[in-house]
């Protein structure tokens, strides 16, 4: 079992940047694929980034291309997510979660872990 916990988010103004933490606890991360996702009020739950067991391979939702960034720490047992020139349509409850298979998924399905979520608001 590994137990995840998100911080971090806030209220900022479009432009702002914000940099999101997932502590793991429980088992080391080192071996799943970790990702993060958001769900804004009456959406689905949507993905935003994932990187692979060593951090080599990164992926993102082409709406955030070029404005965040996916990293983790093993050593550390953490997982983050900095996001900078933030939108208002950035605002939502963000997810991180970890994936024990040896591929990397932007289904939320396929993710075995999630955090509680911590919510990121974006004033215009």
């Known amino acids: 079992q590994v137990q995840l916990v998100e911080s971090g988010g806030g209220l900022v103004q479009a432009g702002d940047s914000l940099r999101l933490s997932c502590a793991a606890s429980?088992?080391?991360?080192?071996?799943?694929?970790m990702g993060w996702f958001r769900q804004a009020p009456g959406k689905e739950r949507e993905f935003v980034a994932a990187?692979?067991?060593?951090?080599?391979?990164?992926y993102y939702a082409d709406s955030v291309k070029g404005r965040f960034t996916i990293s983790r720490d093993n050593a550390k047992n953490m997982e983050y997510l900095q996001m900078n020139s933030l939108k208002p349509e950035d605002t939502a409850v963000y997810y991180c979660?970890?994936?024990?298979?040896?591929?990397?998924?932007?289904?939320?399905?396929?993710?075995?872990?999630w955090g509680q979520g911590t919510q990121v608001t974006v004033s215009s």
């Open positions: 990187i692979s067991w060593g951090g080599g391979s990164t």
């Open positions: 979660a970890a994936r024990s298979r040896s591929s990397s998924s932007y289904r939320p399905v396929d993710y075995d872990y």
């Open positions: 429980g088992r080391t991360i080192s071996s799943y694929r």
